[in-house]
Structures are given as structure tokens and as C-alpha cells.
């Protein structure tokens, strides 16, 4: 039977150690994730901290230095696991404290534990190396490694009974998704070069003259770095508009750890747009008194309030 971990009690001490071991790898591996997710109830934070966990193993083995062979191989294997925790055959006392933690959590809320083989599929694209001609590619894999995301989070979430609009709930939550996906992207662009991968869609590459990419220490002659990541970022911030109307669905604390989340990647997003050559210096990030204000933000209820209703 179906419950919620708003119910009062008590979890098994093998599941409890379990999400345990998972918020100590949000914590660690997830600092502005981790920072969103305290604003939520016990039960909720736990759940999320477990498919942070499962997610992050699935991006630690397309990111780790096997070769493509292994890592195909390492990434069946977790969807194998996914497959058990689909079935209920996994025990409380199971030696994967990850596996433990996020088949208590889809026991608890109505995950869409799809979404993780669709991240599993992401990672696979890294794996083979695929590259992006236009941004409906590049929309694509998003989708995957973020929107997915997205849409579990939603089904720990909830919205609000009743709430105009709910049955959109899930394609804002995905859009949203993309919107963080595509800050990464630009945050993260001269180390993505630096490993060989270059997210970017080619026919933006081509149009501000950043085919040859960024992984030399000067840019191509005659590029427009500024140009295109001006021009990803408007994209982004329409990818947040169209994703907030998120918001008015959730209740107060969910709301508010998504406006969190959510705020601090947009404030990145400003950062980058203030001064695009920054991600080409090092890694674009907030000091610790600006999420506090962010959060803030978001208890109080500020973003959500500020959403416009209707279609974007």
C-alpha cells in the first residue's frame, strides 16, 4: 500500500542507516542540490537525497576513466539494479545502500523510476560520444540527464490538490530542468572541452565562429564567445520562465526548495551573462550568503508569487 513518509513511523534502522549514507553523498558530491533540498520535510529530503544518489553513480561511471566498453557495461549493470528496485526485490538489509534507500523511497511516493533508465540513456550518448548539430539534438539529451530528473523529483513533490494548471506539472518540471541542464552546459564549458565533449549545438558553434571550441588557452580567431553565450543564455531564460509556472502547483516547502534550486542556477546564469569570458577562467559559483538569500526567496514564497498564470 501506498504512504507517505509524512506519516508518523518508524523506519527500519537498515533503511534509516541507508538514507543516511545518501544525504552524506548529496552533501559531499551536490553542495547548491543539497542546499535546496533542506528546506523540505524529513521524508521528502530523504528521498530525494536517494535518487541524487542512484543519479550520481550513473554520472560517476559515464564520467570516470574506464574505457566506453566498461562503461557500457557498468551503466547495464545499474539498470539492472533499477530493475530489482522496480520489482521490490530488494531486501532492507542489502548490502547497496543506495539500491535500499531509493526502493523505500518508490515505496513511499509515486516515482516515475523510468525517468533514471532515460538518465542511464544520457549517459550512454556521453559514452559514445555524441555530438549535437542543433539545439532540438542537444534538447534531446537534456531531456534525459535533466529532465528526467525533473519529472522524479515531481513525483516526491506532488502538487497541491486542486491546483489549476497540475496536469502541466510534469512538462514545467522537465522544461525546468532543461534550464538548469543548459547553465551547466555554459558553466561548464572550457572543462567539458578539456575532456573532449563539446555540448553546445554545432550550428551555434558556426554561427559566432566557435567551431574549433574551447579547449586551447586563446579562442579561434574572429569568434564571438560573448555573442553565443549571450545567445544561450536568453535561451535559458526562457527555459526558466516557461519552468517556474512549476511553482504555484507545489506546496510551500516543495516550492520552495525548487525556487531554491532553481534561483541559484539562475543566478549563475546572471554571472555568466554579466561576464561570458568567466567560465572560460574557472567554475562560475555563489558565495554562501547568496543561496541564503535565495532560500529565503523561496520560503517566502517571492518567486512564486512573481509567476505568471497561463501560457508562456
Known sequence: MSRTMEEPERVPAPVQAAYRYCEAVTGQQARNFAYGIRLLPTGKRQAMSALYAF?????????????PEAKQSRLEDTRHLLDRI??????????????????????RFPVPLDGL??????????????????WGDLREYCRCVAGSIGRLSLGV???TPGAPGAERAAEYADTLGLALQLTNILRDVREDAGNGRLYLPADDLARFGCTDGFAGRTLPPGADF???????????????????????????????????????????LDRIDRDPHAVLRGRVSLPGREKAYVAVRGLSGLDTRRVPRGRA
Open 55 to 67: 543519479s550520481r553513480r550513473v554520472d560517476d561511471i559515464g564520467d570516470g576513466g574506464l574505457a
Open 117 to 134: 533508465d532515460e538518465l542511464i540513456d544520457g549517459v550512454l550518448m556521453d559514452v559514445r560520444g555524441r555530438t549535437y548539430e542543433t
Open 157 to 159: 513533490f506532488g502538487t
Open 86 to 107: 522496480r520489482k521490490d526485490d530488494v531486501a532492507e538489509d542489502d548490502t547497496d545502500p543506495v539500491a535500499v534507500a531509493l526502493a523505500d523511497a518508490a515505496a
Open 226 to 268: 560573448e555573442g553565443l553565450v549571450r545567445f544561450e543564455v536568453r535561451r535559458a531564460r526562457a527555459l526558466f520562465t516557461e519552468g517556474y509556472r512549476l511553482l504555484p502547483l507545489l506546496d510551500r516547502r516543495s516550492g520552495a526548495c525548487v525556487a531554491a534550486m532553481a534561483g541559484i542556477y539562475r543566478r549563475l
